[in-house]
Every structure is written in structure tokens, then in C-alpha cells.
């Protein structure tokens, strides 16, 4: 099996910065697209942000400019660097990868555990 685990999260004042990690490790044989979800209390899973094998990347319009996603294929990590976080910020971010466990395996969606994020002055 293939596990992601989440670090990084904590509580912060508004305009203030953190970094997300993600860390793949398991059964792996490629990952595909790595990405970043958010949810906040009472509302649905959101995306925010995704990168491709090769490096291209996407954002949720309302992080563009502040967030910046990237990856090390060869560690199997992600991380999500998050600037001027507003209180609109706040959520539980999910990590997600989809990933190949052997040559012949289809893609399959792995999830972290998430980890908070909370900005507050």
C-alpha cells in the first residue's frame, strides 16, 4: 500500500507564512500528479493546488499568487509554500497523489491524513 503523510500545519497571524510537506512512501513504482486539498469547517473539499510529473503546476484562483506548489520525484515529496495566509485560509489541508504501484497497475488516489492550518491574529 501506499501511504502520504502531511506535516507542516500549525497556527499562524494573518500575513504570515507556512510550508506543507508530503511525504509518499509505500508500495510506489511512478507518481503521477501531486496535489493539495483543502476543508474548512462546515464546507466541502477544495481544491487548491496540483503538480505534474514534469513539473507543471495549477492553482485555485484564490491562492494564485500567494501559494506555490512543488515536488522532489526522487524523494517522493510534495510541499505547498503558503504566503500572506488570510483567516480565509483556515482549513484542514489534505495531500494527494495518484500513483502507479507497479508497471502494469492503473493510477490509483492516495490521501493523507491532513493537517490544520489555522490563521488568526
Known amino acids: 500500500q501506499v501511504q502520504l503523510v502531511e506535516s507542516g500545519g500549525g497556527l499562524v497571524q494573518p500575513g504570515g507564512s507556512l510550508r506543507l510537506s508530503c511525504a509518499a512512501s509505500?508500495?510506489?513504482?511512478?507518481?503521477?500528479?501531486m496535489a493539495w486539498y483543502r476543508q474548512a469547517p462546515g464546507k466541502q473539499r477544495e481544491f487548491v493546488a496540483v503538480?505534474?510529473?514534469?513539473?507543471?503546476?495549477n492553482y485555485a484562483d484564490s491562492v494564485k499568487g500567494r501559494f506555490t506548489i512543488s515536488r522532489e520525484n526522487a524523494k517522493n515529496t510534495a510541499a505547498l509554500q503558503m504566503n500572506n495566509l488570510k483567516p480565509e485560509d483556515t482549513a484542514v489541508y489534505y495531500c494527494?497523489?495518484?500513483?502507479?504501484?507497479?508497471?502494469?497497475?492503473?493510477?490509483?488516489?492516495?490521501w493523507g491524513q491532513g493537517t490544520q492550518v489555522t490563521v488568526s491574529s
Open positions: 503538480i505534474s510529473a514534469n513539473g507543471n503546476t
Open positions: 509505500g508500495s510506489i513504482f511512478s507518481i503521477n500528479a
Open positions: 494527494n497523489a495518484g500513483v502507479r504501484t507497479s508497471y502494469t497497475s492503473m493510477v490509483q488516489s492516495f
